[in-house]
């Protein structure tokens, strides 16, 4: 288990890979974010087809997120995701890369024995120029810090 005093600044991560099937994009949409490109690819084909909702992208990053990275940091809770930004539309079994560098840690200023990490995530695609950017965002969490 790494607790705050474990991590650094600075460490970077690939954490994996995910496509999101077309069946999943829609069910997903259906249930969370039934917007009509989510669900209907007559109505998505000004986009280039069918897309992924932001959120079933994020959520998709963020498990792997949890299973790679925080599944060995001891976590207690979520505080916020800021600066989140779709910057293109995800589409049916596009292979996605997600990536993560520890930008903060700190102790926390009024909990006692905790510390406050921000993870910046970067979920990326295969593009003309390298690795294009779908999604970016920072995860902000509440960690232990080691006992003395």
Do not use: C
């Not at 496509?19 to 829609?26: P, V």
């Not at 007559?42 to 909702?53: I, M, R, T």
């Not at 120029?129 to 779908?134: I, L």
């Amino acid at each position: 288990m790494r607790y705050l005093e474990d991590l650094e600044a600075g460490e970077s991560h690939d954490l994996g890979t995910f496509s999101l099937s077309a069946d999943e994009i829609r069910a997903f949409a259906e249930q969370f974010d039934p917007m009509p490109m989510h669900v209907d690819p007559d109505v998505a084909e000004p986009f280039g087809g069918l897309v992924a909702s932001g959120y079933h992208t994020l959520a998709a990053a963020n498990r792997l997120v949890v299973d790679e990275f925080r599944a060995d940091v001891a976590g207690i809770a979520g505080m916020s995701i800021e600066n989140h930004r779709w910057h293109a539309p995800v589409f049916p079994d596009e292979e996605l890369a997600v990536a993560l560098e520890l930008a903060e840690k700190r102790p926390s200023a009024g909990r006692p024995g905790t510390g406050v990490i921000r993870e910046r995530v970067r979920v990326t695609r295969e593009g003309a120029d390298g690795r294009d950017p779908v999604l970016t965002y920072e995860s902000v969490g509440l960690v232990r810090r080691r006992e003395d």
